[in-house]
């Protein structure tokens, strides 16, 4: 069993719709959870990072964790077509080392 | 300010041959990580530098992965006796330490004929 699950989609949604992405972990030791977007043939930028359980809110981003069912979660509201990228989760104990998620694409259409 | 940059962008080898990453972190960024980026895979964590060590390179595929730290500063991920199972996207990242944000870089694009 890989650590971090990601559905891969693609996902397709038309411009202004809620976008949510999802992922699941195996290991209940982990304390760090992260969402990186990245466009094609370009290194992933992290968007949203949090610690232990709970909500994060960063303009039309929020994610969500939780610890209970092991399920993390990123929405984005009023999307954009330039938010059309692979989103990864990721997840770490510490930070010698993270487990990445396999990514989602989302394409936004206008 | 420049942030990471890798090179080559892209590498084209045959198989048996030897390769050399490049990974010129942040300045004053502390800690380096390599990842490798299959094709519909996510990200593979294969190593984590803080200064010039390296605590942990269980994450490293094989033996013939090797990847060390100079100075503080660049670091070169070395295949040897490449596969074709070797060809993906190698990411370098680097934080101001190894609590902070990861910046990643562009990748290298290793192909394995």
């Known amino acids: 069993q890989k650590e971090v699950e990601q559905d891969p989609g693609p996902l397709s949604v038309p411009e202004g719709a809620i976008v949510s992405l999802n992922c699941t972990y195996s290991n209940s030791a982990f304390q760090y959870f992260m969402w990186y977007r990245q466009y094609s043939r370009k290194g992933p930028e992290l968007l949203m990072y949090t610690y232990s359980s709970g909500n994060k809110e960063d303009g039309r981003f929020t994610a969500q964790v939780d610890k209970s069912s092991k399920y993390i979660s990123l929405f984005i509201r009023d999307s954009q077509p330039s938010d059309s990228a692979t989103y990864l989760c990721?997840?770490?104990?510490?930070?010698?080392?993270?487990?990445f998620g396999s990514g989602t694409k989302l394409n936004v259409k206008p | 300010g420049a942030g990471v940059s890798q090179s080559p962008s892209n590498k084209v080898t045959e198989k048996g041959k030897d390769v050399e990453l490049r990974c010129d972190p942040i300045s004053g960024h502390t800690a380096l990580y390599w990842y490798r980026q299959s094709l519909g895979q996510g990200l593979e964590f294969l190593i984590y530098f803080q200064g010039n060590s390296a605590p942990d390179k269980s994450g490293l595929p094989s033996d013939r992965f090797s990847a060390e730290r100079t100075g503080g500063s660049v670091s070169t991920l070395t295949i040897q006796r490449t596969q074709q199972e070797d060809s993906a996207v190698y990411l370098c990242?680097?934080?101001?330490?190894?609590?902070?944000?990861?910046?990643f870089g562009p990748g290298t694009r290793l192909t394995v004929l």
């Open positions: 990242a680097s934080s101001r330490d190894s609590h902070n944000e990861q910046f």
């Open positions: 990721a997840t770490a104990y510490n930070f010698n080392k993270f487990y």
